[in-house]
RNA sequence: GCCGGGGUGGCGGAAUGGUAGACGCUACGGACUUAAAAUCCGUUGGGGGAAACCUCGUGUGGGUUCGAGUCCCAUCCCCGGCACCA
């Protein structure tokens, strides 16, 4: 055997091929002809934070072997990456540190994006975006004027969501159980006028077309579906006895009318304060500011037990002519439909539970399955009490009783969505400016468009920057100061920045012609490369921003700058990384745990107390150390936890590769997973063999030529060949369904053929193929050790230059198999058989096996199952 | 409560209705070494057996089928989302 005189040494390796690959270029985006095979592969772009982990960079890991892949199957392929550079990360990092947020941001993307040139993740950096640059947000600013000029944009004072550590309002979208999404205090209600988008009317469309992806996974359909909350239904009138005024009301249940036996209005309803009694003012009034006051949270709370109070007034049941009274409850809600209903206690849960605690009437108009013991029955039933409804069932009641609505005018079907339109306001300083006028003779006047960019001032000074409760900008004169481009009087500009989701609804169109000074993006190569064919990114925006990419998406296909109606093809949501964390001290103390220290315990959500057994079902250790108890667990890892393996130092002692494939294998992509030390020892042990095998070969490799006819080959050979194109064809298909955890272990199980075949054999065409092929399909994975393998090979390119070998489906085709043989059902026996043997030759050679002739000895054959190529089940009795 | 996804060795996890546990980790045994590390070889779901082999086994209970981890019905549990939306 030759010596090994090489090493696999990935810190000479690494750097070598890094550079090699940007002198090539090898990931740079071109457009083709119509027609050209393309891939545009995309990750979600981050804040720029600095520093990464191994947590950050597994779905660059995943984009970058999927980039490299469709490289070597000779896609045009777009692999970008850019930074969503605006927002409070930066602003509150300025007002921790003294720096700009400018200084700050362009400091992190440097950081992050050395990182990712450590770790081989190769993207086209010549169209990097970066959200917080004049020369993208400019476009933010056009797409808002394109959007009011169609009557998408508009301006609305009403209750919003106040977040007081944020110090600004927030979007429906980022309120998550009361509290902002990303500070996590709780949200109050204010009464401010704010910009809006109008995404509610594209509610239908963004619905409906949920089903042209079936690349989605269902979770995050399902979770879109839901946040539109379409429900069908009717809208009509209910007149206030001895007023003017009429109640409109929505129900999806119209067909239940008569038995509408009281109103509820929200708190909130204009009506209230008119149609209040004298007698009941005092309580009504009490009621609605105690509602004011209440936080969301406290009205959404688990043990919420009905409240209200009735005003006094009645209405008419259009339906059947009967005074019914009119309440208030904060059970119905203000937002939506018409912030009133008609309360059917009979056949709704809630409105049954109000009319039991203050006494109303209840009157049943469907008819409940017999012994029905429950209380409001809300399943479908031939309706009763319901004059000419009665006998109808559900459909059929609804048509019937909106018929008879819009005929007699009193109201008419009507579709409901939940989805509220998009406040996009912020009061804080880092961000896009609204790029309007308030002018006090023409009103509000929209910037020119020749007057874009309207440029963020440089705010140097703390205070400057620090939320005040209104924006920063509004400090400055210089900034807001402007002439009213209508009158050329004074005016002054919108002194709020966008909300940073904003620029991320689009950044994927700028990506694809990222440089252009004229327009977003020029439609040709936007329609070239879009739709996305695979995004990656994390579950947390499955509302969010996926929510409003598709609306922009859609408003930039109305605008005819995109053909696309859909931005993002092929959708994955990854798995998080954890990593093992030390929460803290403890003590044990009658068998159970006590933590010293609670900063890591709460983080975590740890109780105090726990017992061994509950923690290590937790999946938690005690770990000893210098005669102290320490409590280990696996937790997602993050920077304020301290748990995140660092790319750089990891880089620097173990080896870019080395954390790919750890990253790649240790769990189905969609999983979480934990990043352990034994996890990475597997890696490099993989890796290292793979150099072994190359190395301990590479004379030969060199001496042999693979002059190859695969119908020639025989015994080993063939077995190899064939071996070699299963997996080819395996590793082909897990890459294209992100399954990087199978394609690996096939890889794995490869080279193990590949050792079983140099025990015996010596280097021949097919193996020196199969050692081809195999870096081929080792590259997106370990892309630098494939390549310097590779090199060692074929001295002309790279390896992602040469193409991905075609599978030879003849070779699929086993010459022999191993049939297994079943007795009644069971395995008793297995005989390797030749693939063209007949059903005859079969069934007699597994009646040769001794343990099948043993368990049919004085048994009669009933039947016999033939799989050909799989198995022979013998069914027998007695 | 409703919706989505799960439940397979000590662990991560594989399995177009056809050999359950691929691949890896851990553990154990052995080789090499002055020694250790690394590496290599072997064993590793439970029970029985000297072995051949038998038997049980994919949350639980039924069913369909020659054959079920996979399909159907019921049920329990776990994770995620939504939750007074009329």
């Known amino acids: ?291 004011k006051m209440k936080s969301e949270v406290e009205r959404q709370r688990e043990d919420r037990e009905k409240t209200g109070v009735f005003t006094g007034a009645y209405a008419l049941n259009p339906a059947n002519g009967k005074e019914i009274p009119v309440w208030i409850a904060d059970y119905v809600l203000s937002g939506y439909g018409t912030g009133a209903i008609m309360a059917v206690p009979g056949q709704d849960e809630r409105d049954w539970e109000f009319a039991e605690k203050f006494g109303l009437e209840i009157i049943r108009t469907v008819q409940p399955p017999e012994g029905w013991q429950g209380k409001a029955y809300t399943e479908d039933g031939p309706a009763i009490n319901s004059d000419f409804l009665d006998g109808l069932y559900m459909e059929e009641a609804k048509k019937k009783v909106i018929a008879w609505m819009e005929e007699k005018g009193i109201g008419e079907g009507k579709v409901n969505y939940r989805l509220r339109d998009w406040l996009i306001s912020r009061q804080r300083y880092w961000g896009t400016p609204i790029p309007m006028i308030h002018c006090e003779r023409c009103g509000i006047v929209p910037v020119p468009y020749e007057q874009l960019p309207v440029e963020l001032p440089t705010l140097r000074d703390v205070d400057d920057i620090r939320p005040k409760g209104k924006s920063p900008l509004a400090a400055h004169p210089e900034f807001y100061e402007c002439e009213c481009p209508k009158c050329g009087g004074k005016a002054r500009r919108d002194t709020d920045t966008m909300d940073t989701f904003f620029d991320s609804s689009w950044y994927f169109l700028r990506y694809t012609d990222a440089q252009n000074p004229n327009q977003p993006f020029d439609p040709a190569k936007a329609n070239f490369w879009m739709p996305v064919d695979q995004y990656i990114g994390g579950i947390e925006h499955a509302i969010l921003h996926l929510l409003y990419s598709r609306f922009f998406t859609k408003f930039l296909h109305d605008l005819g700058l995109v053909e696309a109606e859909e931005p993002f093809e092929g959708l994955f949501t990854q798995g998080m990384v954890m990593g093992w964390t030390n929460v803290g001290q403890v003590e044990l103390r009658e068998g159970r745990i006590h933590f010293l220290d609670d900063a890591r315990r709460s983080k975590l959500e740890l109780p105090q107390g726990l017992t061994v057994e509950e923690a290590e079902k937790g999946g938690a250790e005690l770990r000893q150390e210098g005669g102290q108890t320490y409590f280990w667990k696996p937790a997602v890892m993050s920077k304020s936890l301290g748990n995140g393996v660092m790319v750089g130092p990891f880089v620097k002692e173990q080896g870019a590769d080395i954390a790919r494939v750890t990253i790649l294998f240790a769990a189905p992509p969609e999983n979480e997973m934990v990043w352990t030390e034994e996890g990475v020892q597997g890696s490099w042990r993989f890796l290292n063999r793979v150099f072994r095998r190359v190395s301990e070969d590479r004379a030969e490799l060199e001496r042999v030529s693979e002059g190859l006819e695969p119908a020639a080959l025989s015994g080993a050979d063939r077995a190899l060949y064939q071996k070699l194109h299963r997996t080819l064809k395996k590793v082909g298909e897990d890459i294209e369904n992100l399954r990087f955890n199978t394609a690996v272990a096939a890889l794995m199980e490869l080279l193990n053929a590949l050792y079983d075949y140099r025990k015996e054999r010596a280097v021949s065409p097919v193996y020196r193929t199969a050692i081809r092929y195999y870096l081929q399909m080792l590259a997106p994975f370990a892309p630098h050790l494939a390549e310097e393998l590779w090199h060692w090979l074929d001295q002309g390119r790279s390896v992602f230059q040469a193409r991905w070998p075609e599978v030879d489906t003849a070779a699929l085709v086993a010459d022999s198999f191993e049939l297994v043989v079943q007795v009644s059902g069971k395995v008793r026996g297995k005989a390797t058989v030749p693939a063209e043997a007949s059903e005859e030759e079969v069934k007699r050679i597994a009646r040769e096996i001794e343990n099948v002739k043993a368990w049919l000895e004085g048994k009669q054959v009933v039947k016999e199952i033939y799989v050909p190529g799989k198995l022979l089940n013998i069914v027998v009795k007695g």
């Open 1 to 291: 055997m030759v010596p090994t005189t090489d090493k696999y040494n990935p810190h000479e390796l690494e750097p070598k091929w890094q550079k090699y690959w940007d002198e090539i270029g090898l990931l740079e985006a071109k457009e083709g002809p119509g027609g050209t095979k393309k891939a545009y592969i995309l990750v979600m772009f981050p804040y720029p934070s600095g520093d990464l982990h191994m947590g950050h960079l597994k779905n660059y890991t995943m984009g970058d072997a999927l980039a490299r892949f469709r490289t070597q199957q000779g896609y045009h392929v777009l692999h970008p990456f850019g930074w969503d550079a605006f927002g409070l990360p930066a602003e509150n990092a300025a007002l921790k540190f003294g720096v700009s947020p400018a200084d700050w941001t362009f400091g992190n993307i440097q950081q992050s994006k050395e990182s990712l040139g450590l770790m081989g993740i190769r993207y086209d950096w010549s169209r990097e975006v970066t959200t917080c640059t004049p020369e993208y947000y400019r476009w933010n600013q056009w797409i808002f004027l394109k959007m009011y000029e169609r009557g998408l944009v508009y301006r609305k004072k009403s209750l919003v969501n106040w977040d007081p550590v944020e110090q600004s309002v927030l979007a429906n979208e980022q309120v998550i159980d009361g509290r902002g999404w990303r500070s996590g205090a709780l949200v109050e209600k204010r009464e401010l006028e704010q910009w809006y988008l109008k995404i509610t009317d594209y509610a239908e469309r963004l619905l409906t077309d949920l089903e042209k992806l079936p690349r989605w996974p269902e979770k995050v359909k399902a979770m879109q579906r839901a946040w539109i909350g379409k429900s069908q239904g009717a809208e009509f009138d209910f007149q206030v006895k001895g007023h003017e005024a009429k109640i409109r009301v929505f129900s999806t249940r119209p067909d239940t009318i008569f038995g509408a036996t009281f109103m509820v209005l929200a708190p909130e309803h204009e009506l209230v304060a008119q149609i209040t009694t004298p007698q009941q003012k005092e309580a009504v009034e009490a009621y609605v500011s105690a509602a």
